[in-house]
């Protein structure tokens, strides 16, 4: 059984920061690439930031210079450290890990985790 957990989330000034994590765990063999994702009452869901197997990584152009994806292979994480944040970031945020399990390969979804920029 493979699970996928977010946290992290929760309500936050105009310019403050916050950190996301999000852990797989199970019968996992490795993970390939990771991804954060974002959606707004009444959007749709956005792509935010992704980072491959290797470490390269990439941004929506909204975030660049004020989110950093990193991830920690040993521990199955990806996180997301959000800076300088603003009302607009408001939304709830999913991880998205394309997992490699035995005998196949599949993406799995954390269950999103609110984060609310607010004075």
């Known amino acids: 059984q493979v699970q996928v957990v977010e946290s992290g989330g929760g309500l936050v000034q105009p310019g403050g920061s916050l950190r996301l994590s999000c852990a797989a765990s199970g019968s996992i063999l490795s993970i390939n690439g990771m991804g954060w994702y974002r959606q707004a009452p009444g959007n749709q869901r956005e792509w935010v930031a992704g980072?491959?197997?290797?470490?390269?990584?990439n941004y929506v152009d909204s975030v660049k210079g004020r989110f950093t994806i990193s991830r920690d292979n040993a521990k199955n994480t990806v996180y997301l450290q959000m800076d300088s944040l603003k009302p607009e970031d408001t939304a709830v945020y999913y991880c998205l890990m394309n997992l490699r399990l035995l005998g196949r390969t599949s993406d799995y979804w954390g269950q999103g985790t609110q984060v609310t920029v607010s004075s």
């Open positions: 980072i491959t197997s290797g470490g390269r990584t």
